[in-house]
């Protein structure tokens, strides 16, 4: 699989686009990062498993703390660049679509 | 910027309409009413200039404004249009003044059982590694949300 397919795998899930989120605003512990979830600490492990293969997201332990934090170099420019162009495009079609259902014999006088 | 570097990326996207037929679909590129009702960009992004001329050779310039102020412009050529099925051009996306990309993209329309399948693949050439990175946080999280409201759909 292309780090691309990773990405958006990784991405595929909420609470994974949660915790992605959380550490956009810096890094922390595991367990700061499990807090708003309800769920065991094994399931958010391998959440961050997921998200670490994907090149997203780093962690690191010190002591007997594991930090994890955000790794934006994962994400190339090209990637940067094509999940932009892409997601553009998503939200595009997806009113397309839409717009096509409302006006299906042709555009609006 | 010293550095110049190139870095290209490629990507398709399919998408099926249900109960439409290809022209009705290739209709909603072709013309500036109809691109107004979805060709735009994120968040609280508005046109602030639109200049429409869909014919080979012709041009499509967009010039996008967000609530923050900053600015996009993509700067538009078609090089090849067969009614109801097929559009290619190429474009250049601009951001705040530095130019960012270079692409060309494809569009098909074709015929499936009960409606229009269309497939959608852009190339570009990505210039000089310009990345917002100020707003790389912010990028980050936009995607989040984008692919949150697609992925709902």
Redesign the interface.
Known sequence: MSNLDLTFQALADPTRRAMVERLAKGSCSVSELAQPFAMSLPAVYQHLQMLEASGLVASEKIGRVRTCRMEPAAMSLAETWINRRRTDWEARLDRLGAHLQRFPEGEPK | MTDHSI?????T?E?T?P??APQ??F??FA?A??KQ??????GDWQIAQREFDFRPGGRERVKGRRSSGDESFFDAVYFDIVPGERIVYAYDMWHEGRK??V?LATLEFHAVAGGTR?R?C?Q?A?LD?Y?DAGR??H???E??D??????R?
């Not at chain 2, 870095?7 to 990507?11: E, I, K, L």
């Not at chain 2, 009702?37 to 994120?42: D, L, R």
């Not at chain 2, 984008?146 to 992925?151: G, H, I, S, V």
């Open positions: 870095a290209h990326g490629v990507f996207i998408r309409y109960d439409v009705r679909v209709d909603a013309t009413a109809g009702a979805w060709f735009f960009g994120p960012l990309s692409s269309l959608l852009e570009g990505f590694g990345d790389r946080e990028g980050t999280i995607l989040m984008r692919m949150e409201t697609t992925l759909a």
